[in-house]
């Protein structure tokens, strides 16, 4: 569950933001602090470009962005299609991974003086 929320929080508040993080820097971060082979490494940059062009597609179309249950809906997704691929192990890690982004993106918004800082775990 508290990988389902950290997912939420970086694909959910992100676009309240309109800062996502591109998912070049997600499989870049993913490569560096994950342990996985060539295989695995292919699968999850498949499952997150699949998940971000899913997003993209349904914020290009709707003219209120993504609803919580949307982002809900698409966590929970990538969440299992990851889950498929990845150890336990590796799922912590890839949590791990997610909260650095949030924290990242928090830091980033809050020099720029957007709005309120994103949430933090």
């Known amino acids: 569950m508290r990988s389902l929320l950290v997912i939420f929080f970086l694909f959910g508040t992100c676009a ?3 800062e996502w993080p591109s998912v070049v ?3 870049e971060k993913v490569r560096t602090d994950m342990s996985l082979d ?3 490494f292919d699968a999850v940059r498949l ?8 997003r993209k597609q349904i914020w290009d179309t709707s003219s209120r962005g993504l609803t919580v ?3 809900a809906e698409l966590a929970s997704e990538l969440h299992g299609e990851l889950r498929e691929v990845l150890t336990q192990y590796q799922m912590k890690q890839w949590n791990k991974i997610l909260t650095v982004i949030v924290h990242d993106m928090d830091t980033a918004s809050a020099a720029k003086g957007n709005d309120q800082p994103l949430p933090s775990n």
């Open 69 to 71: 249950a949307q982002t």
């Open 47 to 54: 499952i997150i470009e699949k998940n971000m062009a899913k």
């Open 16 to 18: 309240y933001a309109q």
């Open 25 to 27: 820097e997600i499989v």
């Open 38 to 40: 060539q295989e695995q």
